[in-house]
């Protein structure tokens, strides 16, 4: 059992700030007991099953996760102390084998600062939490870090100058930089409204619409078709079988890219609901850049149906 002075004190700790390009070592298991809730949270943001296996390990920060877009709520919202982990994501194994792959969230409190390693660290055998609750069910509802990020975060509204005055002063942008991010969200705003305007893009496809099966298997190379080929497969909503074809991903049309992996079992964050899809891949390097979401670095894959792709032998 675990001192309940100790408890406190941890919970109650000033978190370390940690920048990109730092060093950290996750603390043991023993320690981020102390830091959880009975519902095995900090701060609203569950500690999962999948990531005690990187207890006692050393990783560098990839970037800061202070403001995040969350799905179908569309607003960008606030979180505090929490950092990315370079390569870190979900397997799914404790969520009935989920393959979003979604990056890991990492209060600062479950990390320490740590030296450079001389050498790449071994894989130690995880230890296991003793007496702590990590569900990752409620009723028949899923729950993992993305559907807690609601209850996790505050709405933090586009004009709070804080949000980037703390990007600028924490390393995670240039003053340069963020004027020129600045300048490009406006001028996607305005070419928004102006889309708006003109009423909605014409396109003749009803559901169901077209599908097709590649059975790309993880490692093969597909080149993504050209955005008039994909738009032929959309309908008026711009989703092909209820999943859209975001605008980040028309940047990788005509691009050849490795499968990365099939998608077959997928966690909805805005309900908990598992579902099934099919003939559904994620490519390689094919993420989210989140410039259209005021720079979310949630890195999120993007979702691919094979009826977007074509298999080809390699890269060009």
Same mark, same amino acid.
């Given at each position: 059992?675990?001192?309940?002075?100790?408890?406190?004190?941890?919970?109650?700790?000033?978190?370390?700030?940690?920048?990109? &390009?730092? *060093?950290?070592?996750?603390?043991?298991?023993?320690?981020?007991?102390?830091?959880?809730?009975?519902? /095995?949270? @900090?701060?609203?943001?569950?500690?999962?099953?999948?990531?005690?296996?990187?207890?006692?390990?050393?990783?560098?920060?990839?970037?800061?996760?202070?403001?995040?877009?969350?799905?179908?709520?569309?607003?960008? $919202? +606030?979180?505090?102390?929490?950092?990315?982990?370079?390569?870190?994501?979900?397997? =799914?194994?404790?969520?009935?084998?989920?393959?979003?792959?979604?990056?890991?969230? %990492?209060?600062?409190?479950?990390?320490?600062?740590?030296?450079?390693?001389?050498? @790449?660290?071994?894989?130690?055998?995880?230890?296991?939490?003793?007496?702590?609750?990590?569900?990752?069910?409620?009723?028949?509802?899923?729950?993992?870090? $993305?559907?807690?990020?609601?209850? $996790?975060?505050?709405?933090?509204?586009?004009?709070?100058?804080?949000?980037?005055?703390?990007? !600028?002063?924490? =390393?995670?942008?240039?003053? &340069?930089?963020?004027?020129?991010?600045? @300048?490009?969200?406006?001028?996607?705003?305005?070419?928004?409204?102006?889309?708006?305007?003109? &009423?909605?893009? +014409?396109?003749?496809?009803?559901?169901?619409?077209?599908?097709?099966?590649?059975?790309?298997?993880?490692?093969?190379?597909?080149?993504?078709?050209?955005?008039?080929?994909?738009?032929?497969?959309?309908?008026?909503?711009?989703?092909?079988?209820?999943? &859209?074809?975001?605008?980040?991903? $028309?940047?990788?049309? /005509?691009?050849? @890219?490795?499968?990365?992996?099939?998608?077959?079992?997928?966690?909805?964050?805005?309900?908990?609901?598992?579902?099934?899809?099919?003939?559904? !891949?994620?490519?390689?390097?094919?993420?989210?850049? =989140?410039?259209?979401?005021?720079?979310?670095?949630?890195?999120?894959?993007?979702? %691919?149906?094979?009826? *977007?792709?074509?298999?080809?032998?390699?890269?060009?």
């Amino acid at each position: 059992m675990t001192d309940h002075n100790q408890t406190n004190s941890l919970r109650n700790r000033r978190p370390h700030t940690f920048r990109r &390009g730092d *060093w950290v070592e996750v603390r043991s298991p023993e320690e981020i007991q102390t830091t959880l809730d009975a519902e /095995g949270k @900090l701060d609203g943001l569950p500690f999962m099953p999948e990531m005690i296996k990187y207890c006692g390990r050393k990783f560098r920060v990839s970037r800061r996760a202070d403001r995040i877009f969350l799905d179908r709520y569309f607003y960008v $919202a +606030k979180l505090i102390n929490t950092v990315f982990l370079e390569g870190l994501r979900c397997d =799914g194994q404790a969520h009935d084998g989920c393959q979003m792959r979604c990056e890991l969230f %990492w209060k600062e409190a479950w990390l320490k600062p740590a030296a450079l390693p001389k050498e @790449l660290e071994a894989n130690s055998p995880a230890k296991e939490l003793v007496s702590v609750n990590l569900p990752t069910r409620k009723g028949d509802r899923y729950t993992c870090q $993305a559907t807690e990020l609601v209850h $996790a975060s505050n709405k933090l509204p586009w004009w709070d100058p804080r949000q980037y005055l703390q990007e !600028v002063m924490l =390393g995670e942008i240039s003053v &340069g930089k963020l004027f020129m991010d600045l @300048l490009s969200r406006a001028g996607q705003k305005i070419l928004r409204i102006f889309k708006r305007l003109n &009423g909605p893009a +014409k396109n003749s496809l009803s559901q169901p619409t077209p599908t097709e099966s590649l059975n790309l298997q993880a490692g093969e190379w597909v080149e993504v078709k050209s955005m008039e080929e994909i738009q032929a497969t959309l309908d008026a909503n711009g989703k092909n079988r209820g999943l &859209g074809f975001a605008p980040e991903q $028309a940047e990788f049309c /005509g691009k050849r @890219l490795r499968v990365a992996g099939r998608v077959e079992r997928l966690i909805l964050e805005w309900s908990g609901e598992m579902r099934t899809v099919t003939n559904t !891949v994620e490519l390689d390097e094919a993420t989210c850049h =989140g410039r259209m979401c005021r720079s979310c670095p949630r890195n999120c894959y993007h979702l %691919w149906r094979e009826i *977007w792709l074509r298999r080809v032998a390699g890269p060009k």
